[in-house]
T-cell receptor, first 114, second 110 residues
Framework: DTAVSQTPKYLVTQMGNDKSIKCEQN?????MYWYKQDSKKFLKIMFS???????INETVPNRFSPKSPDKAHLNLHINSLELGDSAVYFC?????????????FGQGTRLTVV | GDSVTQMEGPVTLSEEAFLTINCTYT??????LFWYVQYPGEGLQLLLK?????DKGSNKGFEATYRKETTSFHLEKGSVQVSDSAVYFC?????????FGAGTRLFVKA
């Protein structure tokens, strides 16, 4: 069983479109995250949710809207896609959003905006 | 704010060579420290961790020691293999997020 699964794995779309990426974890964790990895492999946190509540929004444009229907799911919807949104997006979860807890990552979604 | 700095890559080594990847951090409080590894086309996996000063994390021949006095968590391996080729990330947890270094790409030649 995959611990953190995200779909789709690849997403190619045109500028201006709206798209969603889904994430589910079966680890029973309280905290879920979205990270963006750019072409130089730099990882930056976008959002952090704890028990369905938004905890961190790291100055992400309003076009990005996360939604957590329950604590096992954290989806990411992106409106009006731009070329600069092309990246790999990783979903992750951790037992509790504090110290001593490692994050478990999904396989990533490679988004290409053309 | 909290941050992690790790040596830039890429690092290219021959098989069986000794590996060191430097990592230093700045943080308020007492964070836990981690090394993650990312193989091509995959997500990040935890490699090892240390939760307090002087703790040594180890896994698959890799080691790192939490040094509070030098705010460092350098990754070492005595004899690398071709299969160790990957990107390595040093990280710390602070509140509700994990902060990553920029990543160091390692190439190991046969």
């Amino acid at each position: 069983d995959t611990a953190v699964s995200q779909t789709p794995k690849y997403l190619v779309t045109q500028m201006g479109n709206d798209k969603s990426i889904k994430c589910e974890q079966n680890l029973g964790h309280d905290t879920m995250y979205w990270y963006k990895q750019d072409s130089k492999k730099f990882l930056k946190i976008m959002f952090s949710y704890n028990n369905k509540e938004l905890i961190i929004n790291e100055t992400v444009p309003n076009r990005f809207s996360p939604k957590s229907p329950d604590k096992a799911h954290l989806n990411l919807h992106i409106n009006s896609l731009e070329l600069g949104d092309s990246a790999v997006y990783f979903c992750a979860s951790s037992l509790k959003g504090g110290v001593n807890t490692e994050a478990f990552f999904g396989q990533g979604t490679r988004l290409t905006v053309v | 704010g909290d941050s992690v700095t790790q040596m830039e890559g890429p690092v290219t080594l021959s098989e069986e060579a000794f590996l060191t990847i430097n990592c230093t951090y700045t943080a308020t409080g007492y964070p836990s420290l981690f090394w993650y590894v990312q193989y091509p086309g995959e997500g990040l996996q935890l490699l090892l961790k240390a939760t307090k000063a002087d703790d040594k994390g180890s896994n698959k021949g890799f080691e790192a020691t939490y040094r509070k006095e030098t705010t460092s968590f350098h990754l070492e391996k005595g004899s690398v293999q071709v299969s160790d080729s990957a990107v390595y990330f040093c990280a710390l947890t602070g509140g509700f997020k994990t902060i990553f270094g920029a990543g160091t790409r390692l190439f190991v030649k046969a």
